[in-house]
């Protein structure tokens, strides 16, 4: 080998070298957390990325919602395979966490926010070994228990990971926080509500024996989280009474929301007014 060649070859493998020490951590240990980047194929060809939280014990994070108090984690794919694109967090079933008279809507212990992640259309996803660029991104939380703290960082993998042997755990885990993502609600059901002086009834009628549950609103002040929810079923209806915010701006004419049964399925729902012509401020 000449020279020149010899020359050439060690330039690439500084780079080479450069860019993987480029890659952040995937792990990374803050205060009463620890954040942790997974990707792998699921169904064989869908690529999915998560960002897992595991929390000491006591503290918890936020829901997409996080009722009377705190923030939902926010994530910005800095750096994708060229061409490769990110989709929206899909939020898996949410608690009630009270603290003290708060109430607030979140995850203890440990949850993964799986993403999905679309390469372009005539790849399924990178060579293994191949240093097909990186996926990148930046985390920012509140994790709260008697006090809050807020968190941030910046975690990465090499995207030739996702084939690798190490994913098939990372898949079993995304797997399993897909599996806890709500439902869309059978088309069969019916939900409605009606709007009450200090609070909204809301009614579903499904297509088989109802059960009891908890509602969680999607929208921030439309409800008092914090009140109790009176909960009523009758046959296949499943009603809840639920006390208005306080910071209500007007009168919705939808209220969103996820339900989460006594046997733990959860549903989306979406409540059309029965009585909600004009609206009206608070």
Known sequence: MGIR????????????????????????????????????RQNGREVWAAVRFRLDPGWHVYWRNPGDSGEPPRIEW???????????????????????????????????LPVRLTPPEHRSGPRPGSGDGAIVADVRWIVC????????????????????????????????????????APKSWRAAFREEPEAFTVSILMDRRAERGTFFPTDESRIDDA??????????????????????????????GVVVFTSGAAFEILAAGTNTDRPKSR
Not at 18 to 30: L, Y
Not at 80 to 99: D, F, K, M, N, Y
Not at 153 to 178: C, F, K, M, N
Not at 238 to 248: E, I, V
């Open 5 to 40: 060649s010899t020359l050439i070859t060690a330039a690439v493998a500084v780079a080479c070298t450069a860019s993987a020490d480029a890659i952040p951590s995937r792990v990374v240990k803050g205060r009463y957390v620890t954040v942790e980047l997974v990707a792998a």
């Open 78 to 112: 800095t750096h994708l395979p060229r061409g490769w694109s990110a989709g929206q967090i899909e939020w898996p079933t949410p608690q009630r966490i009270s603290v003290d008279r708060l109430v607030n809507y979140g995850y203890t212990g440990e949850v993964l």
């Open 145 to 184: 228990h008697d006090v809050c703290v807020p968190g941030k960082a910046t975690v990465g993998i090499p995207a030739g990971q996702i084939a690798a042997p190490a994913s098939d755990e990372w898949a079993a885990l995304i797997a399993r926080a897909r599996d806890s993502v709500p439902r869309p």
């Open 227 to 256: 009140a109790p929810q009176q909960v009523s079923v009758s046959a296949n209806t499943l009603r809840f009474r639920l006390r208005k915010s306080d910071q209500l701006p007007a009168t919705p004419t939808v209220l969103r």
